[in-house]
């Protein structure tokens, strides 16, 4: 028997990818720092998600102004977190998507392939008292990869 010694453990490994979920909330942007050391201790890439919808009516029409987008400011608002992320991290690998949709399933679906899904364990609903989410919530029991729900301590 004759061993292989082309292949090494670390030609093997390849940079691991964690999935971040942001809204701008403070919990957000916790979980977000948290993520970019993660990324860092860990050579991974960062992919940071943020997500829009048109809001919902329930069968009453609404008018929306002319030229009325949901998801304006949403991509200066990643590139400024990502900026700032760079200063505390500046060897980080780094993307950012703005996409269409509820936030959890779009996160679920970002998931696919990841090695980690992080995100605040509360964002902008109405229920603040709440310990969890119902984004976090959802993600934590649907993720094709592990989660970590990320809470600050006061």
């Known amino acids: 028997m004759t061993l292989d010694t082309s292949r090494t453990p670390e030609s093997e490994v390849t ?13 957000s942007l916790d979980a977000l720092d948290w993520a970019g050391r993660q990324a860092t201790l860990t050579h991974s890439a960062l992919e940071m998600i943020m997500t829009w919808d048109w809001p919902t009516t329930y069968g009453w ?9 949901p998801s ?9 977190a990502g900026a700032d992320l760079r200063t505390k991290y500046p060897d980080i690998e780094l993307t950012f998507h703005v996409v269409q949709g509820h936030p959890a399933p779009v996160l679920v679906e970002a ?4 090695d980690l899904l992080v995100i605040g364990c509360r964002g902008h609903g109405e229920f603040a008292g709440m ?3 119902s984004v976090s919530e959802f993600c934590a029991t649907n993720a094709h990869c592990p989660v970590l729900v990320h809470r600050a301590v006061a």
């Open 131 to 133: 310990l969890i989410g």
């Open 111 to 114: 998931s696919k392939g990841a």
């Open 61 to 69: 029409a609404m008018y929306f102004p002319e030229g009325y987008n």
């Open 72 to 80: 304006e400011g949403m991509p200066e608002m990643l590139s400024k």
């Open 15 to 27: 940079p691991g990818r964690i999935v971040v979920g942001i809204d701008g909330s403070p919990a």
